[in-house]
Structures are given as C-alpha cells and as structure tokens.
C-alpha cells in the first residue's frame, strides 16, 4: 500500500481535476482527453476541417510542459530514441483510429465510465481484449529494439514545439482554427487548462501513470502499482461527477460518445492492442516524449496525423454513430498491427549472457 | 548457483521486466542491466513481489540489479 500511495493520489488528482475542467466549460466526460484534444490540435493548426473539434488545448502543452521541467529537475531528462521509429509512428496512428472510433483514448474512456456513460464499459472490455492479445506478442518476444543516446538538444525541441504552440493560442494569428460550435468551442479559460496539465504532466512523470500499463501489468505480472491509479481517476471522477451533478447512467445520449456497441468495442480493442505494442497508452506517450524520448515524439506526430486523416477521411465517429469508412479502417488497423507484431517477434531475445560488460562500484 | 546477465539497456517498459521474469524461470540468481530509472522501479518491484533479494549498483555504465533468492 505504501508504495502506490503517490499513484494512488496521483489518480485521484487527475480524477477532480478532469471533474473540474468540465465545470469550467470542457466538454462532459472530457476534462481531459489525450486523443481527443490531439485531435482539436490538428484541427486548430488547419491539418483537418472537422469544424466542431478545432481548439489548440492547452491541457496538452501544460502535460509536456509540466513533465519535461519535473523530468528535468529530477534528472531524469535526456535524449534517447532510434527504437523502431516508424513502426511507432504507424502504430500511434492507428491507436488514434481506434481511440477516435470509440471517441475518447484510455483516459477518457475511464471518465466516461465514471460519468455513468455504459457505452465505455463496453469500450473498456474491449480495451481489455487488446491488451491481452498485445500481451500473446510480448510474450513470444515482441520488441521494438533498442533506443540510443542521441544529442541532449534534440530532446528540448518537443517541449519548445509546446511552448510555441501556447504562444499561437495567446496570440490566436488568423491562420489558426476556432471552433465557434460543438465540443472544439467548449473549453475552460486557458489558464486554468494550462495548470491543470502542468500538475498531471508533473505528478504522471513522477508515478508513470499509464492506463495500458495499468492492465498489462496486472494480467503480466499480477502487479497492482499502475492500475491502482486507473482505479483512483475512476473513484475521484465518479464523486466529483455526482457532486456536480453530471452522473447520468446509461447507454443512450451520452455526451460526445455513440452506442454502437460492436464498434466501441473493436475502436478500442484496436485502442489497447497497439498501445501495448508501443509500451503505453497515449498519456503516457506524451509524458515520454516531454522527457526526451524521441521514440514517443514520433508516436505523437503519428496520433496528430492519424487524427488529422480520421477527420479528413471520415473515419472517425461522431455521436451519431462510427461511419463505414471508420470501420473499413479499423479492421485495416488489425491488419497492420498484427502484422507489424508478428514481424516484430524477437526469437531468441531472451536470456543471453552478454560479454563485455564492466560493473564496478 | 546458475547466474545470469541480462543486458536491458535501452530497451523500453515491459521489456526488462519481461526478460527478468523469462531469466527467473531458469536461473536462481539473475543480474539485470539497465540503464532508466523506470526500468530499475519496475524490475525492483517484480523482484520484490516475487520474494527475492535486491542489491543495486548504479554507475556509468548503466545500473546494475542483482536479484537473488
């Protein structure tokens, strides 16, 4: 208990922080949603068209902002990257097609089924599946190699890439797109955003929070440490719903979700699938990035691009429900991480006794 | 005593773990090379939750758990 006690409080934080932000004006079930306001980033910088889900939100740049100066400080910044890097690239756009079939990545998802919306229950067992069958692979030896040190300022441009985009939103130039309706246009003021990301950027670099990792670990390796923070979220958002008056059980007209239960399942199966291949759901994608991991800034660039092309292609959902080009996309999806998995497998990666290496105290 | 060295460096969240735990099944003895403090927190807690002893050695060249039962 002692030792997920920071998870724990970790969890519980984001959970009335997400409660609070819908108060002040995000979304319902959206307080924070990592897929979902990638997605209102492309559409802000004009990568789609999607008039309602154009908003640069400041809870990502304060997650980045707020896990690079926590990484750094504790030192735990630095370069590192050169570990398969378009695999993940491709992979952190088909999560996004899955996360955006489904409407809503892990972290939403769980807010969703804290603010009594059934359909992510649905999406959480089929979440549940991806992971496991995720796990088939990682277990056969799936692995996508090893990172490398690369130059310190490399790591920096993520974090500065951020902080240029705050300064879009303060300075709001012609060429950016504001939702003037629909869930782009809903937003709490940009400060409180902004600090509401820096402390769950800070707190989820120090607690790894991850939401993949959270069920990976407990079906790997019977660990309860990450997911006892998806259960804290859950606990926190859930009172904080009620006390606010935003719990509504059920499946029909919930907020910014369908009720096609065959595809908020497979959208999310998808979801958990390839996210275990890339070691994280998309949360912690973005912590790693802010804290130099290369690797992860490319699986970010491919959520921005995957979200980017959900909207130009329609592939993904709206309230009324996943469009056909979605689903022919989603099962193209299987198709590529499956395969990526499978090529991906390392036979004898296992135990090898390596030579040349030094240890002294 | 069977040991073992794995070397985990660069290598990303489960990984380390996941070969720790495939070493385990046929070494009693097992030493780990990592080189990120999330590695080391992750293998650290599987060793402990498993019943073994934990003795680390951090350094330039990565660190180093030695974990044994």
């Known amino acids: 208990m002692q030792d997920k006690k920071h998870i724990i409080i970790n969890g519980l934080i984001v959970g009335i922080l997400s409660v609070l932000l819908v108060k002040f004006g995000n979304p319902v079930n959206m307080g924070i949603c990592i897929a ?80 009594g919306d059934l359909n992510a229950v649905v999406g959480l067992i ?37 902080l240029v985009l705050f300064i879009i939103l303060i300075l709001s130039p012609t060429f950016i797109f504001f939702s003037q309706k629909g869930p782009g246009s809903m937003h709490a003021p940009i400060l409180l955003s902004l600090i509401v990301g820096l402390i769950v950027g800070a707190f989820a670099q120090r607690t790894r929070l991850c939401m993949v990792g959270g069920i990976r670990d407990l079906i790997l ?9 998806f259960i804290s979220i859950f606990v926190a958002a859930l009172v904080g719903n009620m006390l606010i008056g935003k719990f509504n059980l059920g499946f029909v007209k919930q907020p910014v979700a369908h009720n096609d239960a065959l595809w908020n399942f497979l959208g999310m199966t998808l979801a958990g699938f390839g996210s275990v291949l890339l070691g994280g759901c998309p949360l912690r994608q973005l912590i790693l990035a802010a804290e130099g991991n290369i690797d992860s800034v490319i699986t970010v660039i491919g959520m921005l691009l995957g979200a980017a092309f959900a909207h130009n292609f329609k592939l993904a959902s709206s309230p009324d429900g996943p469009t056909l080009n979605g689903k022919i996309a989603v099962v193209i999806g299987f198709i590529v991480v499956t395969l990526i998995g499978y090529f991906n497998i390392e036979k004898d990666l296992n135990v090898k006794i390596k030579g040349g290496i030094k240890i002294e105290g | 005593m069977k040991d073992n060295i794995i070397d985990a460096r660069g290598r990303a969240c489960p990984e380390p773990v996941l070969m720790t735990k495939k070493a385990m099944e046929s070494y009693s003895c097992v030493k780990v ?18 019943g073994y002893k934990i003795d680390i050695l951090e350094n330039d060249e990565g660190i180093l758990l030695t974990l044994s039962r």
């Open chain 2, 33 to 50: 090379l990592v080189d990120n403090v999330t590695a080391r927190e992750n293998i650290k807690r599987f060793a402990k939750n498993n």
């Open chain 1, 221 to 229: 390796f019977k660990d309860w440490y990450l997911i006892s923070g």
């Open chain 1, 126 to 162: 089929g979440f549940v599946v991806g992971i496991y069958i995720g796990i088939i692979f990682l277990n056969k030896g799936f692995t996508l190699k090893r990172t490398y040190n690369l130059n310190k300022a490399e790591g920096f441009l993520f974090p500065l890439i951020n």
């Open chain 1, 36 to 115: 979902c306001f990638i997605r209102d980033i492309a559409g802000g910088l004009g990568l789609h068209r999607a008039e309602v889900v154009q908003y640069i939100r400041p809870e990502i740049i304060g997650i980045v902002i707020g896990a690079f100066l926590m990484s750094y400080g504790k030192k735990e910044f630095y370069s590192r990257g050169g570990s398969s890097p378009f695999v993940r690239f491709v992979l952190g756009f088909i999560v996004m097609i899955g996360a955006l079939m489904f409407l809503g990545c892990p972290l939403r998802m769980v807010l969703r089924i804290a603010g």
